[in-house]
């Protein structure tokens, strides 16, 4: 690697972000966190410019400024405070950074990531949604600079990996994208009416943030991922499988014309692909212990199961009708996650949200920013007024 890795970490009191900073703390003899972002909270930002000492510390609620610029002069630091999106764009785009892991959760991500892609950075993206929401943009803005996307999805992190052993282009016959399941597999959709925030936020094989927690328990993450896939590597709806894989063990599958199947395996720890994109082209620790098949004992598929987790389908669906669908979809399924979360809905009023407010908004063309971040404030508006015809007693 040439030279010192100076790297932006977006979201970096989230999962990701921790598992970011533990992967660059392993190596500070080639790379720095430079920059750390978050949201709203104040402390645990603090808490992490004392460990990893980066130079800007930027939160994005502007209401806070006062408190993260007291907390760090009282913590004895030289870190500078920062608020507001139009300070954390300066911050990725300029020359403090020559990485940027966004792993902002949401379309609020989306923002800093195409700034970090308009800059010709190496972008380690993990905030799915900015490609499902803007995903045409996404990639024509980071082609037209330069810039190298590696994707930290465990799944596209894994199909990123198998596409990197041949020297050519359209032999791809299959990209098979596994998923566990999430915490509810099995279960009939009638079963899944009263299901709670906690039982769904438990995910049997991966730790993370809340939101995504509950898309993997809907399914709606994978459909996600279907649509993350198809911008990233440039595939049709056709070439694109699911398969349950409850082990979490095989990340992805790539087949090739050949007949070949290439797929990655690891133990289900996001520092595997995180270390994959700091370090790449090469391979560094990351913390994450190997595979040991004997002790795992049975990797298992099954087909994914769409009448009880209709997110999956209505996914599909939007990626097939493309333009602003996949916009809708995310901007839909955001409202109502959050409102499951707060107690406001049940588990099923997720799927019939999404579905809904896809059938109101008529479809159009992707066209510009301006009209996706208009047909995303809509959806959001439309999916809120919906609530109330779904919502629990209190
Ligand atoms: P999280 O909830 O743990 O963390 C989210 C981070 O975003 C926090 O640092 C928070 O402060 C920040 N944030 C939230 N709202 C913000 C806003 N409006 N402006 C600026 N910052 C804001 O989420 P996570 O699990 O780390 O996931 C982050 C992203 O990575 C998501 O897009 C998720 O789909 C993706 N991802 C996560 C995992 C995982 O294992 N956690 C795996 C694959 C993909
Ligand atoms: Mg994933």
């Known amino acids: 690697m040439a030279g010192m890795r100076h790297i932006a970490v977006l979201g970096a009191t989230g999962s990701i972000g921790a598992s970011a900073l533990d992967v660059i703390a392993r190596h500070p003899d ?114 037209g600079a330069n810039a190298e996307i590696i994707p930290i999805d465990s799944e596209h992190n894994a199909i990123f990996q198998c596409l990197r052993s041949r020297e050519t282009q359209g032999d791809v016959r299959r990209i098979v994208l596994t998923a566990s399941g999430g915490p509810f597999r099995g279960r009939s959709r009638d079963a899944l009416a009263t299901v709670t925030p906690a039982q769904a936020v438990a995910h049997p094989k991966w730790s993370m943030g809340p939101k995504i927690s509950v898309d993997s328990a809907t399914l709606m993450n994978k459909g996600l991922e279907l649509i993350e896939a198809h911008h990233l590597f440039g595939v049709p709806g056709e070439k694109l499988a699911v398969l349950v894989h409850p082990q979490s063990l095989v990340h992805s599958l790539v087949e090739f014309v050949d007949g070949s199947t290439l797929a990655q395996l690891g133990l289900p720890d996001m520092r595997t692909s995180l270390a994959v994109g700091l370090g ?47 916009a809708v979809l995310n901007a839909a399924n955001e409202v109502a996650v959050s409102a499951f979360l707060q107690g406001r809905i049940g588990f099923l009023a997720i799927p019939a949200l999404v579905e809904d407010t896809l059938a109101l908004l008529p479809g159009g063309p992707a066209e510009s920013l301006e009209a996706l971040l208009a047909v995303d404030a809509q959806a959001r508006r439309l999916t809120a007024s919906a609530i109330t015809g779904h919502a629990l007693p209190a």
Do not use: Y
């Not at 410019?49 to 002069?73: K, M, N, Q, S």
């Open 30 to 143: 080639r790379m720095r966190a430079t920059v750390l972002s978050a949201g709203s909270q104040v402390e645990a930002l603090v808490a992490l410019c004392r460990t990893h000492r980066p130079d800007h510390a930027v939160i994005a609620d502007e209401a806070r400024f006062a408190e993260l610029r007291g907390g760090l002069r009282d913590a004895g630091l030289l870190t500078q405070a920062h608020a507001g999106a139009d300070a954390l764009d300066g911050l990725v785009a300029g020359a403090g950074c020559d990485t940027v892991v966004a792993a902002i959760v949401g379309a609020a991500g989306l923002r800093s990531t195409l700034a970090a892609a308009a800059a010709g950075k190496r972008l380690l993206l993990a905030n799915k949604e900015s490609l499902v929401l803007a995903g045409e943009l996404l990639m024509s803005v980071a082609n």
């Open 280 to 326: 790449w082209p090469q391979r560094i620790e990351s913390g994450v212990a190997g595979l040991d098949l004997l002790t795992q004992g049975r990797l298992d598929f099954e087909a994914p199961d769409t009448d009880a987790f209709p997110c999956l389908r209505l996914a599909w669906e939007a990626m097939e009708a493309g333009g602003t669908a996949p």
